[in-house]
C-alpha cells in the first residue's frame, strides 16, 4: 500500500495520539481518532508494514541508569577509516546516535556515559578512526518533540519575521 494513502485525516489523527501515548488501548484509540476498532487496528497494521511505524518504544531518564555525561562528538576521518568507524560505532553502547553530515565534519555522534573518566576513555577508543571534537550537554531545553503531523513547520509560516 502507498503511505500517501494512510496519512489521511484519519492517519495523522492516529499517529499524532500515538506520539502523545504510545499505550492506549486499541478501543481508546479507535475513539479519539473516530474510526471502528478494526479500522483503527488495520490502520496500525499497514503503518506498520511499510514503516511509517517504525516502533513502540519507552523513554527512559538516562541519570536514572547512571548515565550522569551527555556530549556530542563531531568526528573528521579520512575515507580509508569511514567503513572503519561506522563498523566500530555499532559496537559501543556508549553511542545513542550516530548521524552522517555534509560539511567539514563526517559523522555526529550522540553519547552518554557514567562519569567524565569513562567519556575521555570512548574519546580516546575513537581517536584511531579521525579527529573527534566533543561538546558536553548542560541541559536539553527541547527534547523529543513530536513531529507535526500535517507536514508543515507551522512555527517558520506563522514567524512575523519572515519576508512574504
Known sequence: MDSTALMDLYGRKLLDELQKNARLSLAELSRRIRLSPTATAERLRQME?????RSY????????LGLEVMAFIRMSCGGQNYRRLLDFVQTLEEVRECHHLTGSDDFLLKVTTTNMTDLEALIEALLPYGTPVTSLVLSSPVE????A???KLVTISRNPLRKR
Do not use: Q
Not at 508494514?49 to 511505524?53: A, R, T, V
Not at 518504544?57 to 536514572?64: H, K, S
Open 57 to 64: 518504544t519507552v523513554d527512559i531518564d538516562r541519570e536514572a
Open 144 to 147: 523529543h518533540r513530536r513531529f
Open 49 to 53: 508494514e511499510i514503516g511509517i511505524l
Open 149 to 151: 503531523v500535517t507536514g
